[in-house]
């Protein structure tokens, strides 16, 4: 059992920063590949980014490239999500999640976090 909890949301200025944090409890971290979701209103929740469970590869949507970057720390239990240059669009809740048969990209969650707000204001 993996338990997934968000932290770093909050509302931010266009152009701004904003790190989110996904802090897994139970051992078996390093046996998921992890990833970010987001659902904004009236929206279907979306895969945004994933990273392998050694933290080699990552994967991103054409929308957050090269604004967004995903990165783990095994030693922490902790998933990151480093977003710059946010946009008002990025406005959503912001999902972690954990699914072990996957290698980056996450298409069925074993695990949800609660979600985090992130808002942009423009």
């Known amino acids: 059992q993996v338990q997934l909890v968000e932290s770093g949301g909050g509302l931010v200025q266009a152009g701004g920063s904003l790190r989110l944090s996904c802090a897994a409890s139970?051992?078996?971290?390093?046996?998921?590949?992890m990833g970010w979701f987001r659902q904004a209103p009236g929206k279907e929740r979306q895969f945004i980014a994933g990273i392998s469970r050694s933290g080699g590869s990552t994967y991103y949507v054409d929308s957050v490239k090269g604004r967004f970057t995903i990165a783990r720390d095994n030693a922490k239990n902790t998933m990151y999500l480093q977003m710059n240059s946010l946009k008002p669009e990025d406005t959503a809740v912001y999902y972690c999640?954990?699914?072990?048969?996957?290698?980056?990209?996450?298409?069925?969650?074993?695990?949800w976090g609660q979600g985090t707000q992130v808002t942009v204001s423009s």
């Open positions: 139970g051992r078996t971290f390093t046996t998921q590949a």
């Open positions: 999640a954990a699914q072990r048969n996957a290698v980056v990209r996450i298409t069925t969650p074993d695990y």
